[in-house]
């Protein structure tokens, strides 16, 4: 089992920077790839980022490519989320989520381990 456990989340204004930290515990992390995914209210929740644990390759939602870099630190079993120039749009709740799928992928169903989420909240 993965125990995941997100932070950094907050409320920040257009244009603003927040950084998210996904903190593992009960296994390494460095046999998981690693995602975020986020929640608007009353919408579906949405792949958003995702790391490999082979190379280390990624993979953006296309609205958040340039502004978004997903990281991860296998020696502190934690991945990041460094998000800049956020929109409103970008508000949600952010999700951490590890898979031991050797394929990088987006379908959040082929993730086994979830956190509980982080609030961001972009204001205009």
């Known amino acids: 089992q993965v125990q995941l456990v997100e932070s950094g989340g907050g409320l920040v204004q257009v244009g603003g920077s927040l950084r998210l930290s996904c903190e593992a515990s009960?296994?390494?992390?460095?046999?998981?790839?690693m995602a975020w995914f986020r929640q608007a209210p009353g919408k579906e929740r949405e792949f958003v980022a995702a790391?490999?644990?082979?190379?280390?390759?990624?993979d953006y939602l296309d609205s958040v490519k340039g502004r978004f870099t997903i990281s991860r630190d296998n020696a502190k079993n934690t991945a990041y989320l460094q998000m800049s120039s956020l929109k409103p749009e970008d508000t949600a709740v952010y999700y951490c989520?590890?898979?031991?799928?050797?394929?990088?992928?987006?379908?959040?169903?082929?993730?086994?381990?979830w956190g509980q989420g982080t609030q961001v909240t972009v204001s205009s």
């Open positions: 989520a590890a898979t031991t799928s050797v394929v990088l992928t987006s379908s959040r169903y082929r993730y086994n381990f």
């Open positions: 009960g296994r390494i992390i460095s046999n998981y790839a």
């Open positions: 790391i490999g644990w082979v190379t280390a390759n990624t």
